[in-house]
Structures are given as structure tokens and as C-alpha cells.
């Protein structure tokens, strides 16, 4: 068995759209792999789906900013996979208002679960990581970091990971870790669907006005997204490092 097909790998946020896709891509690539999410349950699909391709998957129910779950869900990963030294911070949460009608709890709830959420994942992975001498760590930021009306909690947040990851790069790179980011532009998911639903469009109208803004004349797919956190989670990555990569279809203005 290769080094490659012993890697554990932690997914937030994988009960579905691109962490879901995800899971499924790193387990393909004989990872095994902790699915994570807010509903242990909700997890079930993305597991069986691996698991019935062969893969080794748990389904691991946790609310990623409060730091006592997260403790306990990676030690529980640690005993039942192996040490994970693969982690992706994906999971989030849309509380979209304009600022004037934005609510503080709006806005912690998006901080907590964006930022807070990836600190603390991180912070529990990094030691199994500098044990193992190898570790990557890839967040999700977004194109939404460059700014996006009725977003300001979750620009704020996901242009906040962009400064964390490149932190996280400069600290743990001595240890065989890298930090990457992958930030999406448009993908077709159950978050993009409440973004239609929040300016009062029909999902599929919503889409095909998204693909006319960009060059590849389509919107993404969470596998789009899948097949570049593959690659910076690979063993071939190790001198890639504190980079943000938008996955977008074509440059932003």
C-alpha cells in the first residue's frame, strides 16, 4: 500500500454539494476519509457512496465551532481511521442580508462557522500533522472574498481564510505542511440554489443568467471544485503552498 492510499482525510461540511464531492474524490484516490457535517446522519449518503466503491469512510457528526466537539470528533477519527493528516475546511453557512438589515447573529453565525470553524479544525489536525511529518490543510474561500452584494458577513469570512490560510502556510510549512485555498466561483449547489431563492429566481433562470457572465459559458460543478483540492492535497503538492486558487471558469474582474 502506497503512502498515498494510507493518508486520512477530514471533510467538513460533506453531507453534500462540493464537500461531498470531495470525500467521494479523495476516497477514490484510496484516502480514507472522515465526513463531516452538523447532522452525523445527513452524512449517511456521502458515506455508503464510498464505501460501496470500496473506500473506508465514517460519517462524523459535529458542530465545527464549538471546540470541545471538534476535539472529541478528530480524536474519534484519529482512533478509527488513523491520524488524519489531510484536512479540508468546507463547511458553511449563508446568512445573506444587505448590511443595513444584517443581524449580529447573522454575522457570528457565518464567523464561527467559516472562520472559527477552520481555526479550530486546524488547530485539532496540526498535531497528528507535525507527528507525521506531512500535512495539508485546504480552505474554502470564495469568489465572494472579492466582494458580493448582500454578503458582507460572508465576503468578510471567506476573505478572512484567505489571510489564514497563507498564516497557517508560513507556520507549519517546516513541518511538511502546506496550506492551500480553493475559491469557487459559481457552482451549482443547495447554497447557490438559497442565493436564488433570496433575490426571487427560479434556480435554472438563475444559473443560465450566471453562465452567461462567465468565459466557459457554464456554471461549476462541485466535482470542478473536487479535482482542484485533489490536487493540492496530492503528495506531488508539497512545494505549492500558501496559494488561493479561484476556480471560476475564467478570470475575475
Known amino acids: 500500500m502506497s503512502t498515498t492510499e494510507q493518508r486520512v482525510a477530514v471533510v467538513t461540511g460533506a453531507a453534500r454539494g462540493i464537500g ?31 464505501t460501496a466503491a470500496g473506500g473506508r469512510a465514517i460519517a462524523v457528526g459535529c458542530d465545527v465551532s464549538d471546540e470541545a466537539q471538534v476535539e472529541a470528533a478528530v480524536a474519534r477519527i484519529a482512533g478509527e ?7 479540508v475546511n468546507n463547511a458553511g453557512v449563508l446568512r445573506d442580508n444587505l448590511l443595513f438589515k444584517m443581524s449580529a ?3 457570528d453565525t ?24 506531512f500535512g495539508r490543510i485546504v480552505n474554502l474561500s470564495s469568489s465572494s472574498a472579492l466582494g458580493n452584494r448582500g454578503q458582507v458577513n460572508y465576503s468578510a469570512a471567506k476573505a478572512g481564510l484567505q489571510g489564514f490560510t497563507k498564516t497557517l502556510a ?25 442565493t436564488a431563492d433570496r433575490v426571487g429566481m427560479g434556480f435554472d433562470d438563475f444559473k443560465a443568467a450566471a453562465a452567461t457572465q462567465i468565459p466557459v459559458a457554464r456554471v461549476g ?33
Not at 464531492?21 to 457512496?49: F, H, S
Request: aromatic share 6%; charged share 20%; hydrophobic share 50%.
Open 221 to 253: 460543478e462541485p466535482d470542478d471544485i473536487a479535482n482542484a483540492i485533489a490536487f493540492f492535497t496530492g503528495e506531488a503538492a508539497g512545494f505549492v503552498s500558501g496559494q488561493v486558487l479561484y476556480v471560476a471558469g475564467g478570470p475575475l474582474d
Open 81 to 87: 481511521l488513523g491520524a488524519p493528516t489531510i484536512l
Open 110 to 133: 457565518v464567523m464561527n462557522v467559516h472562520l472559527r470553524g477552520a481555526f479550530l479544525m486546524s488547530k485539532a489536525c496540526q498535531k497528528h500533522m507535525v507527528d507525521a511529518g
Open 105 to 107: 447573529s447573522d454575522w
Open 20 to 50: 461531498a464531492a470531495t470525500a467521494v474524490r479523495l476516497a477514490a484516490e484510496g484516502r480514507a476519509v472522515a465526513v463531516i457535517d452538523l447532522d452525523e446522519a445527513a452524512c449517511k449518503d456521502t458515506v455508503e457512496q464510498i
Open 170 to 194: 508560513k507556520e507549519l510549512g517546516k513541518f511538511g505542511v502546506t496550506a492551500n485555498s480553493v475559491a469557487p466561483g459559481f457552482i451549482a449547489t443547495e447554497m447557490t440554489k438559497a
